[in-house]
T-cell receptor, first 112, second 113 residues
Framework: DAGITQSPRYKITETGRQVTLMCHQTWSHSYMFWYRQDLGHGLRLIYYSAAADITDKGEVPDGYVVSRSKTENFPLTLESATRSQTSVYFC???????????FGEGSRLTVL | AQTVTQSQPEMSVQEAETVTLSCTYDTSESNYYLFWYKQPPSRQMILVIRQEAYKQQNATENRFSVNFQKAAKSFSLKISDSQLGDTAMYFCAFTSGTYKYIFGTGTRLKVLA
């Protein structure tokens, strides 16, 4: 089915481990985004990408790495997970023009 | 700086009744987009309704409508004939068309049977 999918939906890891959250969209949207959602903070932008091979930092990029070698994929890597990165992560996409974001189902990450 | 404020952390409404969720924003831009997203317990963020600032007519989607007051920088969401499935967190969001989207902190709506 067309849409935007995230995997895994749930992940438990330990401090210091590397974790990669995957995001795949089938619409060929130009823009893709990674947000984290925490109680009291709402949605905060981690990284975004305007096109393949073009990425840029958002509001809270520290401790995260992204890549976008193909238009449809936008993985988010936590190189050395910390407890403060326990959160729900949302991937989103958008067309090249202004408009609404389309969200994935979210990935709940717990760092012990 | 652009901001979005949702002043009602929690609300409840009886099934079949009407409820209005408030959202105010601040921007110096003249053209922008406003959205209401619904986040049910399943966690999925679902677009409820969108409004382009250059359109004077208030957007409507079935039981959902907005009251867009550009001068007052207000963008409230009205849900008519509330249903149990409307129980969710509702987020107001703003973008001026760049990569940046500003989200409010959300209003938790509970529809009572």
């Amino acid at each position: 089915d067309a849409g935007i999918t995230q995997s895994p939906r749930y992940k438990i890891t330990e401090t210091g481990r590397q974790v990669t959250l995957m995001c795949h969209q089938t619409w060929s949207h130009s823009y893709m985004f990674w947000y984290r959602q925490d109680l009291g903070h709402g949605l905060r932008l981690i990284y975004y990408s305007a096109a393949a091979d073009i990425t840029d930092k958002g509001e809270v990029p520290d401790g995260y790495v992204v890549s976008r070698s193909k238009t449809e994929n936008f993985p988010l890597t936590l190189e050395s997970a910390t407890r403060s990165q326990t959160s729900v992560y949302f991937c989103a996409s958008r067309t090249g023009g202004p408009g609404e974001l389309f969200f994935g189902e979210g990935s709940r990450l717990t760092v012990l | 700086a652009q901001t979005v404020t949702q002043s009602q952390p929690e609300m409840s409404v009886q099934e079949a009744e009407t409820v209005t969720l408030s959202c105010t924003y601040d921007t110096s831009e003249s053209n922008y987009y406003l959205f209401w997203y619904k986040q049910p317990p399943s966690r999925q963020m679902i677009l409820v309704i969108r409004q382009e600032a250059y359109k004077q007519q208030n957007a409507t989607e079935n039981r959902f409508s907005v009251n867009f007051q550009k001068a007052a920088k207000s963008f409230s969401l009205k849900i008519s004939d509330s249903q149990l499935g409307d129980t969710a967190m509702y987020f107001c969001a703003f973008t001026s068309g760049t990569y940046k989207y500003i989200f409010g902190t959300g209003t938790r709506l509970k529809v009572l049977a």
